[in-house]
C-alpha cells in the first residue's frame, strides 16, 4: 500500500501536458509490449509472458465439483444465479466480461488503422493498445484452463450488440473518447475486486489462487496504464461528462452479467471508480505501469 502520491484520474489536464504525456506513453508502451506481431494481433514481450506460465502449469489439486455447471451457463445463463456455486459464479463472470473485452477489440482492430499506415502517435498508441488486449483474452483463457476449464470457446455476442460494438469505433474521438475511458477505469475497477474474490474463494487451493493473481496481474498492470492513457485523449470537458458516465456505465454493463451482482458490490464498484487514484494499487504494479505525469503530486 503507498502513502497519497498521486492525484485523482479526473485531476485537470492542459493540452500541452496532454502532448507530452503521449510522448512519453509511447515510450513506456513500447518497452512494456515489445515489438508488435500485427498479423498474430499479439506482442513480443507478453507472447512470452503467457508462454512462460503455459510451459509451468498449475491446476486445481481438487477439480471443479460441477463443470457441467459453468459449461450450461458461461455463454448465457440459464440457471438462478442464486443456485450456483460461487466458484461457478467466478468463472462465469471472469468469461463474460472477458468476452465483452474481446467483442469491443476485434470491432475496433478492425476499423484502426494498422502500424504501417498510422499518421500519430495517438493511432499507433492506440494501435498497441488493442494488441494488448487480445493478449489479456488469452491470459483469461489461461485461467479457465488453470481450473480446469480445457473446452471453452470464444463465441460472439447477440447479433444486436455485436451491432453496437461494431458501431462504436467508427464514431468520432470527440464521441468515443469519453466512454472508451470509462470502460478502461471499470476494467481496472473489475480486476481489482476479482483480485479480492480470489483470495476468498480459493483458500483451499493456494496454488491456483496464486496463479490466477499472477496472470490477473499481467492484465491489470496494462490496464492501470490504459486508464492513464485512455484520460489523456479527453479534455476539460469530456474529463467532467466521464464522471457522470461512470455511475449509469458499470450500472448498465455489470446489470448485463449477473454473476457479477451475485458475487460483487456493484455500488462499492461505482464509489471505487469515481474515487480512482492509483494510490491504493501496490507498488509492483504502478513500478511496471504508467500514470500521468498529471495525477502525480
Ligand atoms: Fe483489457
Ligand atoms: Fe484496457
Not at 498479423?39 to 460441477?66: C, H, I, M, Y
Not at 450450461?72 to 442464486?82: A, F, Q, T
Request: net charge negative; glycine share 4%; aromatic share 12%.
Amino acid at each position: 500500500m503507498t502513502k497519497t502520491k498521486y492525484r485523482s484520474v479526473f485531476a485537470p489536464a492542459s493540452s500541452q501536458q496532454r502532448s507530452e504525456n503521449f510522448r512519453d506513453y509511447w515510450l513506456f508502451t513500447q518497452q512494456h509490449g515489445g515489438d508488435l506481431f500485427e498479423a498474430e494481433q499479439d506482442l513480443s514481450k507478453k507472447r512470452a509472458t503467457l508462454e512462460g506460465f503455459q510451459s509451468n502449469p498449475v491446476r486445481l489439486n481438487q477439480p471443479l465439483a460441477n463443470p457441467q455447471a459453468f459449461y450450461r451457463n458461461y455463454i448465457e445463463l440459464v440457471d438462478d444465479p442464486k443456485s450456483l456455486d460461487r466458484m461457478t459464479l467466478l468463472l462465469g463472470a471472469l468469461y463474460k466480461f472477458a468476452r465483452h473485452e474481446w467483442v469491443g477489440i476485434k470491432a475496433a482492430w478492425d476499423v484502426a488503422p494498422d502500424m504501417a499506415n498510422c499518421t500519430t502517435l495517438e493511432d499507433k498508441i492506440s494501435r498497441v493498445h488493442l494488441a494488448e488486449e487480445f493478449c489479456h483474452v488469452r491470459l483469461f483463457d489461461e485461467m479457465l484452463k488453470t481450473c480446469g476449464l480445457d473446452h471453452v470457446a470464444w463465441v460472439p455476442l447477440t447479433p444486436f450488440k455485436e451491432k453496437v460494438y461494431e458501431q462504436f469505433p467508427k464514431l468520432p474521438g470527440f464521441v468515443i473518447d469519453t466512454p472508451a475511458f470509462v470502460t478502461e477505469l471499470m476494467g481496472v475497477t473489475f480486476y481489482c475486486h476479482l483480485y479480492q474474490l480470489f483470495d476468498e474463494i480459493l483458500v483451499d487451493e493456494p496454488a491456483v489462487r496464486d496463479r490466477l493473481k499472477a496472470l490477473l496481474d499481467e492484465i491489470t498492470i496494462d490496464e492501470i496504464a490504459h486508464v492513464g492513457q485512455r484520460r489523456n485523449f479527453i479534455g476539460p470537458v469530456g474529463i467532467r461528462i466521464a464522471k457522470t458516465l461512470v455511475k449509469p456505465l458499470y450500472t448498465l454493463f455489470f446489470k448485463d452479467i449477473p454473476e457479477i451482482g451475485e458475487l460483487m458490490d456493484v455500488n462499492k464498484m461505482i464509489q471505487d471508480g469515481l474515487a480512482f487514484d492509483f494510490n491504493q494499487i501496490p507498488d509492483y504494479m504502478i513500478a511496471r505501469s504508467w500514470i500521468p505525469s498529471y495525477c502525480k503530486i
